[in-house]
């Protein structure tokens, strides 16, 4: 079953603009993962935040954690035409380290 | 640094015939191993996690199976193919900090 869900399913925007993606999820989890998916390709790690964390940054990145909702937010600012992509949260919440992942919001950034 | 191999990248297979996707790691030792299962437009799902040699466990009851022969060699198998087998198949380990690593992929069409 899928721990997270994020939201919108998709998203269209011009480059320069940001991009805003959300994600909740059911459990307590130990940690909640952001990825990228280019068409056809594996999954690419972006960013982990800790149950304990709140707020981190990457980059052009940006991940909020609200525990007490159960929701995530993914933020990129200043989109790329290269930052065209599905992007999936996924959930850690047991000690096997088996992710749940979303079904993923994808972006498409238009020159 | 660690990298993932998985092959092949594409295959066509009928309908009743096996199937072996390999799973490969270098430069690390002792790594958690998974496999999912990606269908079109969706999220992942996983089907098989390993933790250690000969160590395996099952998330989701199909016609698939999975082995680990070596420390790092992840096995996914099936000894007759289903159209309901179709899908797009990753293979991950997880790093301790900063997530999972994903292989390429396979794309396997059951025809």
């Known amino acids: 079953s899928q721990q997270g869900e994020e939201d919108p399913q998709a998203l269209s925007i011009q480059e320069g603009e940001n991009a805003t993606m959300n994600c909740s999820y059911k459990?307590?989890?130990?940690?909640l993962q952001w990825y990228r998916q280019n068409s056809g390709r594996g999954l690419v790690h972006l960013i982990l935040?800790?149950?304990?964390?709140r707020e981190k940054h990457s980059g052009r990145l940006r991940v909020t954690l609200d525990t007490s909702k159960k929701s995530s937010s993914l933020l990129i600012t200043a989109s790329r035409a290269a930052d065209t992509a599905s992007y999936f949260c996924?959930?850690?919440?047991?000690?096997?380290?088996?992710?749940?992942f979303g079904a993923g919001t994808q972006v498409v950034v238009t020159p | 640094s660690q990298t993932i191999h998985q092959w092949p990248a594409t295959l066509v297979q009928p309908v009743g015939s096996p199937l072996s996707l390999e799973c490969t790691v270098e430069?690390?030792?002792?790594?958690?191993l998974y496999w999912y299962r990606q269908a079109a437009g969706r999220g992942l799902q996983l089907l098989f996690y390993?933790?250690?040699?000969?160590?395996i466990s099952s998330e989701v009851p199909q016609n698939l199976s999975a082995s680990r022969p070596q420390d790092r060699q992840f096995i996914l198998s099936s000894k007759k193919l289903l159209l309901s087998d179709s899908g797009f198949y990753l293979c991950?380990?997880?790093?301790?900090?900063?997530?999972?690593?994903f292989g390429s992929g396979t794309r396997l069409t059951v025809v």
């Open positions: 991950a380990w997880a790093g301790v900090f900063y997530g999972y690593t």
């Open positions: 459990t307590s989890i130990n940690n």
């Open positions: 935040i800790r149950s304990n964390e």
């Open positions: 996924a959930t850690d919440a047991d000690s096997w380290g088996k992710l749940q």
């Open positions: 430069g690390t030792s002792n790594p958690n």
């Open positions: 390993s933790v250690g040699i000969g160590q």
